[in-house]
């Protein structure tokens, strides 16, 4: 059975839409210099993204994109931070991070105060929250301030959204009953909560569609996603398997899967791989686009940054050159190479210029830091050979070894290579990025020689136990596979990291971001799998330059 939409208002659905990137960005933060954020806040923010949500499904029905996504996510973390407000303000901590706008505020407990019943949520409130939690799969991280949350609500009539909430409830919360229906005949939602304990796929269809045809309503573009089927059928989904019988744009596929995948992906050591991914790489390169638009620099950018390097291979009349103005022109080539990349899906003589330049700056910092106290060292670039005096700068630290380690795997030399062999990601600085340090230590082992599955586990434990965090981890996945020595696996992990960097870039504002045009770890695994293990790289994408894999190819 086909349910179609109703109509909403078209000038409220371009004005959800219009710069919502900055509105957003502009609303928090308004609302932050105001004075403590409050339920009030919070659902307005709520209600903010489920607009622009409803916007993005007027062309996109099935919301299956990045960008949905991560509006889904904040959507569900501000209606949780209006709920955590009235369950905790003032007597607990609690804090609320929105990672499309980049914000969050945390809360202390204020000793003495009371709490204002003003800030209590509503039976609806708690109820848009809840199942917004459940499609973002958040209910256990905020189960307690639910809890919390609806103890602390007026007491009053008990009101149909009332027995939905309890339903709910008890649902998640075994300590809970399951509300007895005020009516004779339960309410659809209720009777679909029932179903789903039963396991009964017949009485929960029909309970779904009484909910559909009882009619979503509204003007607003929010009132396309009617949060309470959405959820029902997501957990039918994702609890039994049970796929939606009716054929509706009000259930968006992407919300109800959980924006799953078709089949598993490679997710770590020893995983079955996507099928239809395999079956794609066997017939042949996959081609994967680059979403993100061309960012040229001005001529004056351009000539601004080539200045500022050869100012720090220059030394001054009297004076040493100083090893750390080499990280800030290697910073230099990094923006020089992007901005590059941004406007060619192949490398160009001006990028394998940047590459090169860049191998032997970074080579030369960890040439001064290796360097024993009161001497120097000695760095050939660009022809020339210079001198350094032994420096071991915080900003020679474990992500700028990262860097300068990328740039010596995509250009192959081993001259460059070796000295940050010697160093150490750790050699100037502690490595304090959890989620990172791991990754780093397994690729210095496996490069050196030691053992790296170690390191390569706790990796892959890191990046699992983060999830789907505001930056982008390191391409932990794609290293197991080359260190596992599995080349289709490999493939698949390239596939997927490379999807998953487009996609990140694709949120919000990232697309102009520094990195977005290339992924240097990515780009340098694939050349380093390319010229140690003579593998074939089945993606072909402006991500992964044609020109440099084939100067990776083993002699």
């Not at 996504?69 to 955590?84: F, I, M, N, T």
């Not at 409830?169 to 229906?181: L, M, R, Y």
């Not at 990349?341 to 700056?361: H, I, K, M, V």
């Amino acid at each position: 059975m086909r349910i179609e939409r109703h109509q909403v208002d078209g000038a409220r659905v371009a004005k959800a839409r219009e710069d919502f990137v900055n509105r957003i960005g502009r609303q928090v933060h308004s609302y932050s210099r105001a004075g403590l954020m409050t339920t009030t806040e919070w659902q307005l923010i709520t209600d903010s993204f489920l607009d622009y949500l409803g916007a993005l499904s007027t062309t996109r029905p099935d919301l299956d994109c990045a960008e949905a996504k991560a509006v889904l996510k904040d959507a569900a973390e501000a209606a949780a931070g209006a709920v955590s407000f009235a369950a905790y303000h003032p007597h607990d901590s609690f804090h609320v991070f929105l990672d499309y706008p980049n914000f969050g505020m945390s809360y202390d407990p204020e000793y003495g105060q009371e709490r204002d019943p003003r800030n209590r949520v509503t039976a609806g409130d708690w109820l848009d929250a809840f199942c917004l939690a459940i499609l973002s799969d958040k209910v256990p991280a905020h189960g307690e301030a639910f809890c919390w949350a609806r103890q602390l609500m007026p007491d009053g009539p008990v009101t149909s959204t009332l027995e939905l909430a309890d339903g709910f409830g008890a649902h998640f919360f075994e300590e809970e009953e399951f509300p007895t229906a005020s009516a004779a005949e339960p309410q659809p939602g209720l009777r679909a909560l029932r179903a789903l304990t039963d396991g009964d796929r017949e009485a929960f269809d029909a309970a779904l569609l009484a909910l559909l045809q009882d009619g979503p309503h509204g003007t607003g573009p929010a009132s396309l996603l009617p949060l309470v089927p959405i959820a029902l059928a997501a957990l039918a989904y994702r609890t039994h398997g049970w796929s939606p019988a009716v054929d509706t744009d009000y259930l968006p596929h992407a919300l109800v899967t959980g924006f799953e995948a078709p089949g598993p992906r490679v997710r770590g050591l020893g995983r079955d791989p996507r099928p239809d991914a395999v079956a794609r790489l066997a017939a042949g390169p996959v081609d994967l686009d680059r979403t993100s638009p061309a960012r040229p620099l001005s001529p004056d950018s351009e000539a601004r940054f080539e200045r500022r390097t050869l100012e720090a291979l220059t030394p001054k009349e009297g004076e040493p050159l100083d090893a750390w103005e080499l990280t800030c022109a290697l910073r230099y080539q990094t923006y020089l190479l992007a901005a590059r990349a941004s406007e060619s899906s192949d490398a160009t003589d001006a990028q394998l210029a940047n590459l090169r330049l860049g191998s032997r700056l970074g080579a030369a910092v960890y040439r001064a830091a290796l360097a024993e106290p009161g001497t120097e060292a000695e760095a050939t670039i660009d022809g020339r050979t210079l001198r350094f005096p032994a420096s071991r700068d915080t900003d020679f630290g474990p992500a700028f070894w990262e860097t300068a380690l990328s740039y010596a795997l995509i250009t192959g030399s081993s001259e460059d290579l070796e000295p940050l062999l010697l160093a150490g990601p750790t050699i100037a600085a502690e490595d304090r990025s959890p989620f990172a340090a791991p990754y780093r230590t397994a690729l210095h082992d496996h490069l050196r020689g030691a053992d790296p599955r170690p390191a390569t586990e706790r990796a892959l434990k890191e990046v699992e136990r983060i999830g789907d965090r505001i930056f982008l981890p390191p391409p932990v996945v794609l290293f197991s596979q080359l260190v596992e020595g599995d080349e289709t696996s490999f493939n698949l992990a390239l596939l997927d990291a490379l999807e998953a960097h487009r996609d990140h870039h694709s949120v919000a504002d990232r697309a102009t971001d520094t990195e977005a045009p290339l992924n240097l770890g990515i780009l340098a695994l694939a050349c380093h799998a390319r010229r140690t293990r003579g593998w074939t790289v089945h993606v072909r994408s402006p991500y992964l330059p044609p020109r440099l894999l084939e100067a990776a190819r083993p002699a």
